[in-house]
T-cell receptor, first 112, second 114 residues
Framework: GENVEQHPSTLSVQEGDSAVIKCTYS??????FPWYKQELGKGPQLIID?????GEKKDQRIAVTLNKTAKHFSLHITETQPEDSAVYFC???????????FGTGTSLTVIP | NAGVTQTPKFRVLKTGQSMTLLCAQD?????MYWYRQDPGMGLRLIHY???????AKGEVPDGYNVSRLKKQNFLLGLESAAPSQTSVYFC?????????????FGEGSRLTVL
């Protein structure tokens, strides 16, 4: 099956700085890559996703990039705010599958 | 506007006891999933269902059973709980299959097995 690795496991940034979280995947058949945000005591929530026919996608302060050749994708958060503090998970899936493979999560702390 | 509801939210069991976690969704989703979340290991799929009356194994199915008798409910059972099953359990549902479906998660059920 698919193996998704995520780095770093923890990340602290000053408010207003950028944060980058990176993931790699192993199965070249994977073609859908969502990112989930989990706030304390809550379930994960989808924040952005990208498909393999697209190299980059932006939504306000959040962007995701995908390098299919290198099998890695990254989440970029610009102008970070305290409410961005959460655990972020990347995931991968492929069109013939019914399940997502999640990374191990990154705990982001934005320091005011 | 409930979305995905899990009960109970907290439970403490002794080794060998049994219990059932209930997941209910009101979005008419076909697909439902049970994940466990452990520190440093992310979310791992236990079992899933692609529709009423169907179930399938995920990455870590051993020690768990599931049932999907009604489309809106997905039950996760532990027949003989073990300390290794101490975890936070999340139920999720999606309208579409893995490649295209956004997962909607419940708020989690924290289980401790002594």
């Amino acid at each position: 099956g698919e193996n998704v690795e995520q780095h770093p496991s923890t990340l602290s940034v000053q408010e207003g700085d950028s944060a980058v979280i990176k993931c790699t995947y192993s199965d070249s058949a994977s073609n859908y890559f969502p990112w989930y945000k989990q706030e304390l005591g809550k379930g994960p929530q989808l924040i952005i996703d990208i498909r393999s026919n697209v190299g980059e996608k932006k939504d306000q302060r959040i962007a995701v990039t995908l390098n299919k050749t290198a099998k890695h994708f990254s989440l970029h958060i610009t102008e970070t705010q305290p409410e961005d503090s959460a655990v972020y998970f990347c995931a991968a899936s492929y069109h013939t599958g019914n399940q997502f493979y999640f990374g191990t999560g990154t705990s982001l702390t934005v320091i005011p | 506007n409930a979305g995905v509801t899990q009960t109970p939210k907290f439970r403490v069991l002794k080794t060998g006891q049994s219990m059932t976690l209930l997941c209910a969704q009101d979005m008419n989703h076909e697909y439902m999933y049970w994940y466990r979340q452990d520190p440093g290991m992310g979310l791992r799929l236990i079992h899933y269902s692609v529709g009423e009356g169907t179930t399938a194994k995920g990455e870590v199915p051993d020690g768990y059973n599931v049932s999907r008798l009604k489309k809106q409910n997905f039950l996760l059972g532990l027949e003989s709980a073990a300390p290794s099953q101490t975890s936070v359990y999340f139920c999720a549902s999606s309208l579409l299959a893995g490649n295209t479906g956004e997962l909607f998660f419940g708020e989690g059920s924290r289980l401790t097995v002594l």
